[in-house]
């Protein structure tokens, strides 16, 4: 068999020689049992691998594993990233390795928020793989992030990428609220428009032509009715309103970047694009 001894190189120093397919790897019984509880039953419980000279892992494949141990071992710590999250996942779960499954949580996250909002099959692609790995954070990102798109992407995306009734149903139930939200701004959208007596208005910009090319908007921030503020945020992200003072969002972001760490207006916070959550989150 070959030998791997890049995590040990003194072989006469290591005490454990991990086998998998056709390779043995040189190792250190005590990183393994930090890094890993279940490693550190085989290898100090009540198992036949700690009398043995080899822990056999049968099934692994060996590219994967090597990988797993990069990012475990503290002189080598390899970062998890977009290459490497996907086949580490699954060995840090069965291994329940709590540091690397944050790390690739956080990975994940940030792959979602960059490459797949608009991607519904995608999303769900991920919220299969949180199902499956209890990664509750990145499934709440995704079922948002899915909640802003249509029925007929979610029937096609559940079709490609099976998740649970629940999350799909919360999908459902999140984007119609979403649309009864859009009913609701409209119709106080055009009472602002008409009596401007919630301190929020806007007009119409028009062409030449008669069609409309830009909507621009005022918002009164002496108001304090976070209602009307999360309001006007939907609607500029929606229309993609230019306000007459252009620190006007910047200013809404301000005054409302407490709602998510007092807790006020959940409802309200959840039900914001997650372009604009994000950029509460990151301003409180």
Do not use: W
Request: aromatic share 8%.
């Amino acid at each position: 068999m070959d030998i791997n001894d890049e995590f040990h190189k003194d072989g006469k120093l290591a005490d454990v020689t991990i086998v998998v397919e056709d390779h043995k790897i040189l190792g250190s019984k005590t990183v393994l049992c930090l890094a890993s509880p279940v490693f550190c039953a085989m290898l100090d419980g009540d198992f036949k691998e700690k009398t043995d000279k080899e822990l056999q892992l049968p099934g692994k494949n060996y590219e994967d594993f090597v990988e797993f141990l990069r990012c475990i071992y503290p002189d080598k710590m390899k970062k998890i990233t977009e290459k490497n999250v996907y086949m580490l996942l699954p060995l840090a779960y069965e291994y329940n390795v709590e540091k690397m499954m944050k790390r690739c949580q956080k990975v994940l996250k940030k792959i979602v928020k960059n490459r797949h909002t608009g991607n519904v099959e995608e999303l769900y692609r991920h919220i299969h793989l949180s199902e499956m790995y209890r990664l509750d954070e990145l499934k709440e990102k995704c079922v948002y992030l899915a909640s802003e798109h249509t029925l007929k992407q979610f029937k096609a995306a559940r079709t490609a990428h099976q998740v649970s009734d629940a999350s799909h149903f919360k999908i459902i139930e999140l984007a119609l609220r979403r649309h009864e939200l859009d009913k609701t701004d409209e119709k106080v959208f055009r009472v602002h428009r008409a009596t401007k007596e919630y301190g929020i208005s806007f007009d119409r910009g028009y062409g030449t032509n008669g069609i409309n090319c830009q909507m621009q908007g005022r918002i009164d921030m002496e108001e304090e009715n976070k209602e009307d503020m999360f309001r006007a945020l939907r609607l500029i992200e929606r229309f993609k309103i230019i306000t007459y003072d252009k620190s006007t969002k910047s200013q809404l972001l301000n005054q409302l970047q407490t709602v998510n760490r007092n807790g006020e207006c959940i409802e309200e916070f959840d039900l914001l694009p997650e372009n604009v959550k994000d950029a509460l989150q990151n301003n409180s």
